[in-house]
């Protein structure tokens, strides 16, 4: 990712201290942060025409949980980056993986996991 150019973030997690939690961590490295409380409203968001580099998905959430909001993004051709973010134990991972994230971390993520994942991504040099 070139480095002028601002990396917009759509965090998507019904619990608003985590929000605030994952928000502060990423502006740190300067991106552009957005937030939606559930996987329809991360639906949405593109639906609108917003458009991101990244996003971090939790999985339970009321309504669209975030295994179907990720299936329904890849189907809509979303190429953002994806990063499964939840508490669910690990057998989570197959079900986020095959809806198409590209990553999946536990809670609780730490500021030193996040940086590791978006130093893979492109994201931070």
Same mark, same amino acid.
């Given at each position: 990712?070139? *480095?002028?150019?601002?990396?917009?973030?759509?965090?998507?997690?019904?619990?608003?201290?985590?929000?605030r939690? !994952?928000? &502060?961590?990423?502006?740190? @490295?300067? /991106?552009?942060?957005?937030?939606?409380?559930? $996987?329809?409203?991360a639906?949405?968001? /593109? #639906?609108?025409?917003?458009? !991101?580099?990244?996003?971090?998905?939790?999985?339970?959430?009321? $309504?669209?949980?975030?295994?179907?909001? &990720?299936?329904?993004?890849?189907?809509?051709?979303? #190429?953002?980056?994806?990063?499964?973010?939840?508490?669910?134990?690990?057998? *989570?991972? $197959?079900? @986020?993986?095959?809806? $198409?994230?590209?990553? /999946?971390? #536990?809670?609780?993520?730490?500021?030193?996991?996040?940086?590791?994942?978006?130093?893979? @991504?492109? /994201? #931070?040099?």
């Amino acid at each position: 990712m070139a *480095s002028s150019q601002v990396v917009k973030v759509l965090i998507v997690d019904d619990d608003v201290v985590t929000r605030r939690i !994952y928000r &502060t961590m990423l502006l740190r @490295f300067g /991106f552009e942060i957005t937030e939606a409380g559930d $996987g329809k409203s991360a639906v949405n968001q /593109f #639906l609108t025409g917003n458009e !991101y580099d990244l996003i971090l998905m939790d999985n339970d959430m009321p $309504g669209m949980n975030g295994v179907e909001a &990720t299936r329904t993004l890849r189907g809509m051709g979303i #190429l953002a980056k994806i990063i499964a973010i939840t508490a669910d134990d690990a057998n *989570s991972r $197959g079900a @986020f993986l095959d809806a $198409g994230a590209d990553e /999946f971390l #536990l809670k609780p993520v730490n500021f030193t996991m996040l940086t590791v994942i978006l130093k893979a @991504f492109n /994201f #931070l040099n």
